[in-house]
């Protein structure tokens, strides 16, 4: 039974509950021989007063070390021997001497590595506070000691008890001699009564976060009557006597499989997760339409909703996962060619392609959330192949993409000399029309700076003759003749005519 207690602390995970323990056992305090006489243990003692340990001391102390280097002794008092129960083990026999074996100390064990022994004197025990021991008489009846307490040592043999402790998250499984088993859950401690228990364990509980769950069986008062339940966390469990955790043995990965192939028995564990999780899963060795071998990647995402219909349907749900996934992924791709499935890859990531895993996950009380692909690995022979070909079609796309840059930067500069064409022409256009501006600006300013000489021009003629008008009428009005006053003036040219006729003159005047 102490087997199905026996959990790991690495990673949260579960050890396995069959695994044999490796701890030694735990010895309790022997009894190496009988006391002796009463006469001879006189003359013992006397004899080794001040420096040899008693033979009821080599039994009291089978179970601790060597003692320390003694102390100063007074007269007529035994060494005071300070042990600690760090290095417990039992003696043996050697040549007829007492010979003390020393084993590490095992905390694990739950043993309280701080329990003292107390000290003797030739007459007299001290039991130290805190500390018990047994104490058996000549007529064999035995009663517990607790300290602080001074026992008469005379014809009676004392014994050390072990003490063990179990903390918080811990707990001490008591066993007794009667068939009865009792598990006390820590904080708690218990004294090893050799009369009373056979042995005493201390155990890790089951300690349970939030979405985390266990199953547990426990026998019923029937002889064939077993009830089973399930405790979910965050919880502490310790388990009543009787009472037993269900084992989980799933498929796995595994060191040595290749990829994330799963292997049956990888995954052996205690605890349910009922969060979301997920795996990865590579489906090896798939052949296409076109006999084209394949290796599919997948990662599945799944959890847990219920856990009795699990327990009920299935003892491997990653194993009918992986079953199923592969027999949807077989029958999608055999009827594909290698062309026709990497042109319809997207449907692996599809729900709707994996009708027997998503069924199957039900049946099994999980459930599916999406299916994501990973990609595809082939043949050494088929992936060289593919290589060549992908390095094919990439050298081509980089040399058309080459020759794409080259036209589009031969475009772009056909593309800049027409705009600074274009640009140049706006240029020349602006100052040509720039230019007959100007010109029709200074050919208007000349024309209204020559009208207005006209204008000027004219108004001087026209005083002047006003003028002269006005002088020649002053003239008259004195009595002048006018008419022989203007014809007195010699002319510039003197034309005359001559003949009978009527004469036709044309002059040509010079300006």
């Not at 035994?78 to 100390?105: D, F, I, K, S, Y």
């Not at 329990?115 to 007299?124: E, H, I, P």
């Amino acid at each position: 039974m102490a087997a199905s207690y026996k959990y790991s602390k690495k990673a949260g995970a579960v050890q396995d509950a069959m695994v044999p323990r490796n701890e030694p056992p735990i010895h309790q305090a022997a009894v190496l021989s009988a006391p002796a006489p009463q006469q001879a243990m006189m003359r013992q003692s006397v004899a080794a007063m001040s420096s040899v340990v008693t033979e009821d001391e080599a039994v009291f102390h089978a179970d601790g070390p060597p003692p320390p280097p003694a102390a100063p002794k007074r007269r007529g008092v035994a060494p005071v021997l300070n042990r600690t129960r760090a290095n417990m083990a039992p003696p043996v026999l050697a040549g007829g001497g007492l010979v003390q074996q020393h084993a590490p100390p095992q905390p694990e064990s739950g043993i309280d590595p701080h329990v003292r022994n107390g000290w003797s004197t030739m007459f007299f025990h001290t039991v130290e506070e805190g500390q018990q021991v047994l104490v058996s008489d000549r007529r064999g009846r035995v009663k517990i000691v607790a300290g602080p307490r001074r026992i008469w040592r005379w014809g009676k043999r004392i014994r050390s008890m072990s003490h063990y402790v179990a903390h918080p998250a811990e707990f001490l499984i008591v066993r007794f001699r009667d068939g009865g088993q009792e598990h006390l859950q820590g904080p708690a401690h218990c004294w090893f009564d050799p009369r009373v228990h056979l042995a005493i364990e201390k155990e890790d509980a089951v300690q349970l976060s939030a979405k985390e769950a266990v199953v547990v069986y426990a026998k019923g008062s029937a002889e064939e009557e077993v009830s089973r339940r399930i405790v979910h966390g965050p919880a502490t469990f310790v388990p009543e006597p009787g009472e037993w955790l269900h084992t989980f043995r799933w498929h796995g990965p595994s060191p040595d499989a290749v990829g994330f192939q799963k292997v049956p028995g990888a995954l052996v564990f205690q605890k349910l997760w009922l969060m979301p999780d997920q795996m990865y899963h590579d489906v090896a060795d798939v052949r296409t339409a076109d006999d084209a071998v394949l290796t599919i990647r997948l990662m599945l995402f799944f959890e847990l909703v219920d856990i009795e219909r699990m327990l009920v349907a299935t003892h491997d749900p990653i194993g009918d996962f992986v079953n199923a996934a592969t027999s949807d992924v077989v029958d999608f791709v055999g009827r594909c060619t290698l062309d026709s499935f990497k042109s319809k890859t997207e449907a692996l990531n599809d729900l709707g392609t994996y009708r027997q895993l998503v069924s199957r996950a039900e049946q099994c009380g999980y459930r599916i959330d999406k299916v994501v692909y990973r990609g595809y690995g082939a043949p050494p022979a088929l992936q060289r192949l593919h290589d060549e070909a992908s390095e094919s079609r990439v050298r081509l796309q980089l040399e058309r993409a080459t020759e794409q840059q080259a036209q589009e930067l031969e475009d772009f500069k056909l593309d800049r000399s027409l705009a600074r064409a274009a640009k140049e022409r706006e240029r020349l256009s602006a100052e040509a029309q720039h230019k007959l501006a100007l010109a029709e600006q200074q050919y208007e300013s000349a024309r209204r700076r020559r009208k207005l000489d006209a204008d000027q021009a004219e108004i001087l003629s026209a005083a002047a003759q006003e003028r002269e008008r006005k002088h020649y009428t002053e003239l008259a009005g004195m009595g002048v003749d006018l008419t022989a006053l203007l014809t007195k003036v010699s002319p510039d040219h003197v034309l005359e005519v001559r003949g009978g006729g009527t004469p036709h003159v044309h002059l040509n005047r010079d300006e």
